[in-house]
């Protein structure tokens, strides 16, 4: 810690007032008013600092990298946190590819997009905890606030995580390692990182932080003995320099401008020996292995689980869930007004503006208690097929939450409302941190019972208007 006599001036007509016993410097940062400040004040306060510094810093151990990830009860929560990275308006891509591949014999789960791409920096931010500058762009919202996503959803789709970024002239790799941090050891989360200049692609060292001034170089090159590059390729699918370079090719080819990033997630999750996200029964899509043994934890619960499954499959008309077992069905309803084009195994999904599909559509509103409080538009209507998903379609700032959410009538014993999609973007509510489902709470209770009383009602009204068959002449 360096102290430095003056670092910021503010408050000028204040320059003279004695620095008060428990002035906020704890962080090592002296502020300094405009005037004059006398020695002694300031060799008072650099003691006090010097205190300051020898505090602890909290140590993330590596545990918590798989404690963190249980948060999400499924993997394609864990996906969705990955996409919303890309679809954020600081990445701000309009497209991303999720592919499966073997690399050196090892499958890997692959996210490409096009977005900005991401410095040393930026990529130190995202491999840290709790670090969020995501900002809304006019109309386009964050969706990312916590600075959690890319941690939970990588580690519960796998136990590592390389990642190869490229901006303008700079290409960063970084390394997420729960086996890195096991080999090692490690009493904390280390991530190994290096930056390297186009087009020598020599390992440059990131000295001088984010800010630059004109003229100035931040970036200057490490010595050859430096060990990042061998310890990333050691304990990653990508065993040579070249492999590198081929990715960061490829990220390259996605765009006009050649920034993007990968994220390549390896030691993928299994269940009963096999990949969770299972690419058998369709080739362009990943299927939920839905029940997982290691998760359960008796086999014979397991075993009633799938028995009670496939019996309500074959005594239901309608699908019970399809966004919980097909990927390709969840991207297509992901985003309420989808932005980005996404991809799965080499086939793009067809995204869905789900109001715009349903039949006999008709608009209401829900206004939420309080002063100020803006009225939210939904949207009902029937599904075209008889067999399409039902329920509610609850989003938060563009983002599917929760879906298909039975809510009035379709919840009786005798279902009534069957085939009836709600349509609502939830502003209003407060997600949880994994975007998984809302904040619990009487805002939450108040809003379905309104919504459910509205579905009801635009059922009455329907089957007063309509005078055939629901669905139609099919």
């Known amino acids: 810690f360096q102290f430095h006599s003056a670092c910021v001036g503010v408050c000028g007509s204040h320059s003279n007032r004695p620095l008060s016993k428990d002035a906020d410097i704890g962080f090592g940062l002296l502020v300094v008013v405009s005037g004059t400040c006398s020695t002694a004040r300031l060799q008072e306060a650099g003691a006090r600092m010097s205190a300051a510094s020898k505090l602890e810093e909290s140590k993330i151990s590596p545990a918590y990298l798989y404690s963190n990830s249980t948060s999400h009860k499924g993997p394609f929560s864990a996906v969705a946190e990955l996409i919303d990275n890309a679809y954020d308006p ?175 997630i390896f030691n993928l999750r299994l269940n009963d020996g096999q990949l969770e996200l299972d690419t058998d029964k369709d080739r362009h899509d990943f299927v939920f292995r839905e029940f997982n043994e290691e998760e359960i934890g008796d086999r014979s619960v397991m075993l009633a689980s799938k028995a009670a499954s496939r019996q309500r499959r074959s005594t239901s008309t309608f699908q019970e869930n399809p966004i919980r077992t097909s990927l390709r069905e969840y991207c297509a309803v992901l985003y309420l007004k989808p932005r980005m084009k996404i991809s799965l195994l080499g086939k793009k999904v067809r995204t869905r503006f789900i109001t715009k599909e349903l039949l006999n559509s008709l608009s209401d509103s829900y206004k939420p208690l309080g002063a100020g409080r803006a009225a939210t538009r939904i949207t009902f209507g029937r599904v075209r097929k008889r067999g399409d998903p039902y329920g509610m379609m609850m989003y938060h700032n563009n983002r599917l939450i929760e879906g298909y959410v039975r809510i009035g009538g379709q919840k009786k014993a005798v279902a009534e409302a069957v085939g009836v999609v709600g349509v609502i973007d939830c502003t209003f509510l407060q997600p949880t941190h994994n975007k998984q489902e809302f904040n619990g709470g009487q805002e939450y209770s108040k809003c379905l019972t309104a919504l459910g009383r509205k579905l009801d009602t635009y059922w009455f009204n329907i089957n007063h208007r309509v005078q055939k068959d629901i669905y139609g002449n099919e």
């Open 90 to 264: 600081d990445c701000n891509a309009t497209s991303m590819h999720i592919d499966l591949e073997k690399i050196n014999g090892k499958p890997c789960l692959m996210f490409t997009d096009n977005g900005n791409g991401m410095n040393y920096q930026t990529m130190h931010h995202m491999m840290s905890f709790g670090y969020s500058s995501k900002a809304d762009v006019g109309d386009h919202k964050a969706v990312g606030r916590y600075g959690n996503g890319f941690k939970s959803g990588s580690m519960r789709l796998g136990k590592d995580a390389l990642v190869l970024s490229r901006q303008d002239d700079l290409e960063s790799v970084g390394l997420l390692s729960q086996t890195f941090l096991e080999r090692t050891k490690a009493d904390t989360v280390k991530v190994p990182m290096f930056t390297w200049r186009l087009p020598d692609r020599e390992i440059i060292s990131t000295d001088g932080g984010d800010v630059q001034t004109p003229g100035s170089d931040p970036y200057r090159k490490l010595p050859a003995t430096n060990s990042i590059l061998p310890m990333i390729l050691k304990n990653s699918p990508l065993k040579t320099k070249v492999e590198i370079i081929k990715h960061m090719n490829d990220i390259a080819s996605l765009s006009e401008a050649g920034n993007g990033t990968r994220i390549i």
